[in-house]
Nanobody
């Protein structure tokens, strides 16, 4: 059973930064998603297992950075210049196979989620 353990959420003021971590029990293509109250889960970004192909949603491009440490099977989401509209529960997810995807239903495993709140 694949396990994904997230950490790093919290409360931050607008313009601030947070870094989320997701430790996996194996090596996969990884995605980050978020879900705000009353809204559907939305794609934030992804990183390929090898080769370091990275894709971001337009809403976070230039502010968020995804990276990974393959030796630790850990993926990171560095979030800068945070806005109140970034407030959500953030999830990491793992996808088997070679095809990358921005669609939540195409991911096989999910972390427990971590709350990010951007507020003054």
């Amino acid at each position: 059973q694949v396990q994904l353990v997230e950490s790093g959420g919290g409360l931050v003021q607008p313009g601030g930064s947070l870094r989320l971590s997701c430790a996996a029990s194996g090596s996969y293509n990884m995605g980050w998603f978020r879900q705000a109250p009353g809204k559907e889960r939305e794609f934030v970004g992804l990183i390929r297992r090898i080769g370091y192909n990275i894709l971001y949603a337009d809403s976070v491009k230039g502010r968020f950075t995804i990276s990974r440490d393959n030796a630790k099977n850990t993926v990171y989401l560095q979030m800068n210049s945070l806005k109140p509209e970034d407030t959500a529960v953030y999830y990491c997810a793992a996808k088997s196979g070679l095809v990358l995807s921005t669609v939540p239903s195409e991911y096989d495993y999910w972390g427990q989620g971590t709350q990010v709140t951007v507020s003054s």
